[in-house]
């Protein structure tokens, strides 16, 4: 199993700027795509960006293109999610995951994916 720390997370105003970091160690080597997701309050966890390994492809929703980048330091196994103009709903706990292909991780949006482990995730709270 891989295991998954998430961390930079903070308090920033509408259109202000943060970086958060996935730091991914176990059995990193099973694992093509890592992911992030976010989960606001009373809502369902939603698939935000996801990074292939193998190809360095992206994948974004519609509601952060253009505003969020996700990259990655392969000799750190660590995922970035670079995240511009932000705006208060992306108020949230955002988690990352690991998947085999972005293919994969994208049918977490219609329940036919699911995951079992997440990590402890972190907040980002954006006031307006």
């Known amino acids: 199993q891989v295991q998954l720390v998430e961390s930079g997370g903070g308090l920033v105003q509408a259109g202000g700027s943060l970086r958060l970091s996935c730091a991914a160690s176990?059995?990193?080597?099973?694992?093509?795509?890592l992911g992030w997701f976010r989960q606001a309050p009373g809502k369902e966890r939603e698939f935000v960006a996801a990074f292939s390994w193998s190809d360095g492809s992206t994948y974004y929703v519609d509601s952060v293109k253009g505003r969020f980048t996700i990259s990655g330091d392969n000799a750190k196994n660590t995922v970035y999610l670079e995240m511009n103009n932000l705006k208060p709903e992306d108020t949230a706990v955002y988690y990352c995951?690991?998947?085999?292909?972005?293919?994969?991780?994208?049918?977490?949006?219609?329940?036919?994916?699911?995951?079992?482990?997440w990590g402890q995730g972190t907040q980002v709270t954006v006031s307006a």
């Open positions: 176990g059995r990193t080597y099973s694992s093509s795509v």
């Open positions: 995951n690991a998947d085999k292909s972005i293919a994969t991780m994208i049918l977490y949006t219609s329940g036919v994916r699911k995951y079992d482990y």
